[in-house]
C-alpha cells in the first residue's frame, strides 16, 4: 500500500522552493545551498557536543588524555651518536702485585654498597694497594646476611679488574692479626687525599675502611679513575648466575604478557615515608606510626636520634611534600603517567617493597593502570623462595628489570633510582623519566582544589614541564650555586646518576 499522503506533501513542499520548469542553473544552486545549510548543521551540533564534554567533570579513573604517538611514549630519546666508553689511556699501567691491603666493609643498601665498591676499587687503585673482596652491610636496616658471592659473581669481579687492581678472597692468615689502620675515609675526596693517605703504608700494612659509600668525588678525577669506576660498576659487578638468570626469565615473561612495559619504582613503603617524614594524604594514626618509627630510623647501625647528622628539628611533613622532597603517593603516580599519555593498558613493574597502606593504596593507581605487576606474579614460588629474607637479592632481580624495562620510572630519588639512571644513560640513554616532584605537587594541589581538571591542558601542561626530562644525553651537574665549602660537593649530581662525560663519548672513544 502506497502512502500517497506522504509523497503529496514531499512534492508540495519541493514547489514551494523550485518553479514547476526549473532551470538547470536554478537546480545546481539549489543543490549547493541544500549542501551549505547541512554542513553548517553539522559543525553547529558538534560544537555544542565538544563544549559539552568540556564541561562535563573529569574522574581520574575516566581521564581521556589527548592520544600520543607510539614513538613519542616509548622511544630513547636522541642521543646525538654517544656510546659507552671505557677505553683506558695510552699512559695508563697494569696493576702489579701488592704487599699492603684494604680491607672494607661495604654499609647500605644494594646500590649504596655497589657504587661504594665501585669506589674502593678506585681507591685502591690510586693507594697502590690490594683489595679484599668486601665485607657486605650486615646490620644496617636491612639486616640482610648475604655475602658478597651470594649477589655478586665474584670470580668474574675478581678477573675482570685484574688489569686494573690486583683483589684477593681474603686476607693472608700471616696477618689477619697484625694492627690495622681504621678508617673513615673523607667523603667525596680527590686524588691528592688518597695520596697524603699513602703515608699510612708507612707504619701499617693493612688499612680498613669502615665505611665505601661516597668515598670519592663526583668530579675533577684522572680521566682514567672515572673509567675504571664504570669498569667496575657496569662490568665487574655482575650479579651472581642465579640472579641474573632469574632476571632474565622474568624480563622475558613481562615481555611475553604486555610487550613493552615500564619498571616503576615506587618508593610508597613505610621505611621511605618515615625517613623523610612525609605523611600526605596518611590517617592520623598512620601519621603516628611513622612519627615513632622516624625516631628510631637509621639506613647505616645506629638510630637516627643518637646519630650527630640527624639531629635536626622535627620534620616539617608539608614543607617536605612543597619542597620536593617526598616520593609521589601511588594516586599521584597514575595521575602523572596518564597525563604523560600511556594509555590504561600499559603494563608497569612495580619495582619495591611493600606499599605502606597496602592495597587501600595500591588500588589508587589501579584505578588509572590496572595492569600492575609484581614479582610475585611473574615468579614461582619455588623460584623466589631462595630469595625470602634476603632483600638485597631481591633488589638485585628490580633492578634488571629496571635496567631492561622500555621505560623506567623513580617516583623518589634514592639510591637505586640514581644508579638504575646512570645504568641506563650508559646503555644508550634509555627513557628514563625523573618526575619534577616539586613542580607537580603544585598542580597536583590545584587538581585538590579544583583550580585544575584533568583532560587535554593539564595533559599538555605536564608533558611540557617533563621534556627535558626524560634521560637525553646532558653533562653532569655541579654544586648548587651559593654553597661554600665541602657542604658544596654533598649537593653534585653523583658521578653514578650520571657518567657522561667520561665514560659516555663518540664512537672513537669505544669501549675495548
Given at each position: ?327 609521589l603517593t601511588p594516586k599521584e603516580v ?82 637505586m633510582a640514581r644508579t638504575v639512571e ?91
Open positions: 500500500m502506497v502512502n500517497r499522503g506522504s509523497s503529496h506533501y514531499r512534492a508540495s513542499l519541493t514547489s514551494r522552493f523550485l518553479p514547476r520548469k526549473a532551470s538547470p542553473y536554478a537546480i545546481t544552486l539549489y543543490i549547493i545551498s541544500l549542501f551549505a545549510f547541512s554542513v553548517f548543521i553539522f559543525l553547529f551540533n558538534t560544537r555544542n557536543i565538544l563544549e559539552e564534554d568540556e564541561q562535563k567533570p573529569n574522574f581520574s579513573g575516566e581521564f581521556q588524555s589527548t592520544q600520543i604517538p607510539e614513538e613519542e611514549l616509548w622511544d630513547a630519546p636522541f642521543s646525538y651518536g654517544l656510546q659507552s666508553c671505557i677505553k683506558r689511556t695510552a699512559k695508563y699501567k697494569a696493576a702489579h702485585g701488592s704487599d699492603r691491603y684494604i680491607t672494607v666493609r661495604s654499609n647500605g643498601g644494594l646500590n649504596q654498597m655497589r657504587t661504594g665498591i665501585s669506589d674502593m676499587v678506585a681507591v685502591a687503585r690510586i693507594m697502590n694497594a690490594t683489595l679484599v673482596v668486601p665485607q657486605l652491610d650486615k646490620r644496617s636496616f636491612w639486616k640482610d646476611s648475604s655475602t658478597f658471592s651470594d649477589i655478586f659473581d665474584e670470580l668474574h669481579f675478581i678477573e675482570s679488574l685484574k688489569r686494573d687492581v690486583r683483589i684477593v678472597k681474603e686476607l693472608p692468615k700471616n696477618l689477619e692479626a697484625v694492627p690495622r689502620a681504621r678508617k673513615h675515609f673523607t667523603s667525596w675526596s680527590g686524588v691528592g687525599y688518597y695520596e697524603e693517605m699513602k703515608q699510612l703504608w708507612k707504619e701499617y700494612q693493612v688499612i680498613h675502611v669502615a665505611k665505601s659509600d661516597s668515598r670519592l668525588a663526583n668530579n675533577n678525577l684522572p680521566l682514567d679513575i672515572q673509567r675504571l669506576r664504570c669498569r667496575a660498576l657496569y662490568h665487574a659487578l655482575r650479579f651472581s648466575p642465579p640472579i641474573e638468570s632469574l632476571g632474565k626469565k622474568l624480563v622475558e615473561r613481562l615481555r611475553t604478557r604486555g610487550g613493552r612495559y615500564i619498571a616503576l619504582h615506587l618508593r610508597y613503603e613505610k621505611d621511605m615515608l618515615a625517613f623523610t617524614g612525609c605523611t600526605y594524604g596518611l590517617t592520623d594514626a598512620e601519621s603516628e606510626e611513622l612519627r615513632i618509627m622516624s625516631l628510631f630510623l637509621s639506613y647505616d647501625s645506629f638510630p637516627r636520634e643518637t646519630t650527630n647528622h640527624w639531629k635536626v628539628k622535627e620534620i616539617n611533613s608539608r614543607e617536605q611534600r612543597i619542597g620536593g622532597f617526598c616520593p597514575g595521575i602523572f603517567l596518564r597525563a604523560l599519555g600511556y594509555p590504561p593498558s600499559t603494563f608497569i613493574y612495580i619495582a619495591a617493597g611493600e606499599i605502606y597502606g597496602g592495597n587501600t593504596r595500591l588500588l589508587e593507581l589501579m584505578s588509572y593502570f590496572p595492569n600492575i605487576i609484581f614479582k610475585e606474579e611473574i615468579a614461582t614460588k619455588e623460584e623466589l623462595e631462595a630469595f625470602t629474607g634476603h632483600a638485597s637479592q631481591s633488589a638485585a632481580l628490580d633492578y634488571i628489570i629496571s635496567r631492561e624495562s622500555d621505560v623506567f620510572v623513580p617516583s623518589y630519588s634514592g639510591n646512570g645504568h641506563r644513560r650508559y646503555l644508550g640513554h634509555r627513557k628514563t623519566i625523573n618526575p619534577d616532584r616539586k613542580g607537580l605537587v603544585k598542580i597536583f594541589d590545584k587538581l585538590e582544589t579544583g583550580q585544575l581538571k584533568e583532560g587535554s591542558s593539564f595533559s599538555s601542561l605536564v608533558r611540557q614541564m617533563h621534556e627535558n626530562r626524560q634521560g637525553a644525553p646532558r653533562k653532569r651537574k655541579g654544586p648548587m650555586q651559593g654553597i661554600k665549602g665541602r657542604a658544596r660537593f654533598r649537593t653534585e649530581e653523583s658521578f653514578y646518576e650520571n657518567p657522561y662525560p667520561e665514560c659516555i663519548c663518540t664512537s672513537k672513544g669505544r669501549s675495548e
